[in-house]
C-alpha cells in the first residue's frame, strides 16, 4: 500500500467504524423489535446485564451515552415494563442503583441468542485469525480514545 493509499484508508476508518457501528445496531435492533424492545431497551438491558454489580443512574446515563433527563425517561419504561428497579445507594441516598428484575434474566438470553446469531451472520466470510485480528485493533484503537478523554 502506497503512502496515499494509506493515507486515505486511514481517513475513512472513523467513519467507517461509526457507519458499521450503527448498522449493526439497527439489524439487530429490527431482530429484536418483536420482544417489545426498542433500541435504548436492549441497549440499557444489555449494559445493566454485564455491569460487574448494579450500577447508578449516572453510570448508566454515561455508558448509553444519554443525559439524566432521557435516562429518568428510559428508566420509567423499563420499572413499567417489570425489567428494572431502581433503589437508593445506601453510601448515597441521592443516588440511584439499577437493579435488573428476575424476568430481565431471561430476556436478557434471548437478547444474547438473537445478537450471537447475527454476530456469526456478520462475520460468516472472516476467518478466526481476522477476527481475532480486527478485535485487537479496535481494542488497541480504543484504548488510546479512551486515554484522550
Known amino acids: 500500500m502506497t503512502n496515499s493509499n494509506e493515507r486515505q484508508a486511514a481517513d475513512v ?10 448498522s449493526w445496531r439497527i439489524a439487530l435492533d429490527k431482530r429484536l423489535r418483536p420482544l417489545g424492545l426498542s433500541q435504548a431497551k436492549w441497549r440499557a438491558l444489555m449494559i445493566l446485564g454485564r455491569a460487574e454489580e448494579n450500577i447508578t443512574q449516572r453510570d448508566l ?10 435516562l429518568v425517561r428510559l428508566l420509567d419504561r423499563l420499572e413499567a415494563d417489570d425489567w428494572v428497579e431502581r433503589r437508593a445507594c445506601t453510601d448515597d441516598r441521592r443516588s440511584k442503583r439499577i437493579h ?6 431471561d430476556l436478557l438470553k434471548q437478547i444474547e441468542t438473537i445478537a450471537a446469531d447475527l454476530r456469526r451472520e456478520l462475520l460468516s466470510d ?12 479496535l481494542t488497541r484503537i480504543r484504548g488510546r480514545a479512551e486515554d484522550r478523554t
Open 13 to 22: 476508518i472513523g467513519i467507517l467504524l461509526h457507519e458499521t457501528a450503527h
Open 61 to 70: 446515563a454515561e455508558r448509553l451515552g444519554v443525559e439524566g433527563p432521557t
Open 100 to 105: 435488573l428484575r428476575p424476568r430481565a434474566r
Open 126 to 137: 472472516l476467518k478466526s485469525e481476522e477476527v481475532e485480528a480486527l478485535a485487537d485493533m
